[in-house]
T-cell receptor
Framework: EPEVTQTPSHQVTQMGQEVILRCVPISNHLYFYWYRQILGQKVEFLVSFYNNEISEKSEIFDDQFSVERPDGSNFTLKIRSTKLEDSAMYFC????????????FGPGTRLLVL | AQTVTQSQPEMSVQEAETVTLSCTYDTSESNYYLFWYKQPPSRQMILVIRQEAYKQQNATENRFSVNFQKAAKSFSLKISDSQLGDTAMYFCAFMNNNNDMRFGAGTRLTVKP
């Protein structure tokens, strides 16, 4: 069964550094999402992406964050200058079509900012 | 904006018994999807069950079933014959017409031997 994959599984970075989290969606999926989960807290929506542009973003998704799908396969989340509070699990999710189907989640990237 | 409320931060159940996790939501939309996701210690998000709001029949997946009360905006998850492997965080989620999904705060379920 096709799966969403994410790399890296873990990343440790220094405060102020840039990080790029990568997601490979299921091949025929058209809608892409990033979520964040701070340890012990709920899963929070960051951004949705369709047709090579952002569909919606939350208040968390400020100017330090950006997303793109540069090569038509990888879907990336960039944090330009990481802060301590960016430490969290970041999940990518993808959805096939526009008919309210199921979002499939990747295994997540655990980001630790020191 | 849609909100999802899970009022039980933690629950426990004896192995082989039945447990019900509650979830309520708030929306003005008439068509939407509801989900329960399981998050084991590995922290992967695993889909347990989903319910289309336009369907009156409650969804069932093996030992997992839901009690969907649309008028009350309630969507509880029943786990029958609980197994040790069911120990996890369970998140209720709401997805609107734009495919935007929001999660509840989660319920930590412990199945005791």
């Amino acid at each position: 069964e096709p799966e969403v994959t994410q790399t890296p599984s873990h990343q440790v970075t220094q405060m102020g550094q840039e990080v790029i989290l990568r997601c490979v969606p299921i091949s025929n999926h058209l809608y892409f999402y990033w979520y964040r989960q701070i340890l012990g807290q709920k899963v929070e929506f960051l951004v949705s992406f369709y047709n090579n542009e952002i569909s919606e973003k939350s208040e968390i998704f400020d100017d330090q964050f950006s997303v793109e799908r540069p090569d038509g396969s990888n879907f990336t989340l960039k944090i330009r200058s990481t802060k301590l509070e960016d430490s969290a699990m970041y999940f990518c999710a993808t959805l096939r079509g526009a008919h309210q189907e199921t979002q499939y989640f990747g295994p997540g990237t655990r980001l630790l900012v020191l | 904006a849609q909100t999802v409320t899970q009022s039980q931060p933690e629950m426990s159940v004896q192995e082989a018994e039945t447990v019900t996790l509650s979830c309520t939501y708030d929306t003005s939309e008439s068509n939407y999807y509801l989900f329960w996701y399981k998050q084991p210690p590995s922290r992967q998000m695993i889909l347990v069950i989903r319910q289309e709001a336009y369907k009156q029949q409650n969804a069932t997946e093996n030992r997992f079933s839901v009690n969907f009360q649309k008028a009350a905006k309630s969507f509880s998850l029943k786990i029958s014959d609980s197994q040790l492997g069911d120990t996890a965080m369970y998140f209720c989620a709401f997805m609107n017409n734009n495919n935007d999904m929001r999660f509840g705060a989660g319920t930590r379920l412990t199945v005791k031997p």
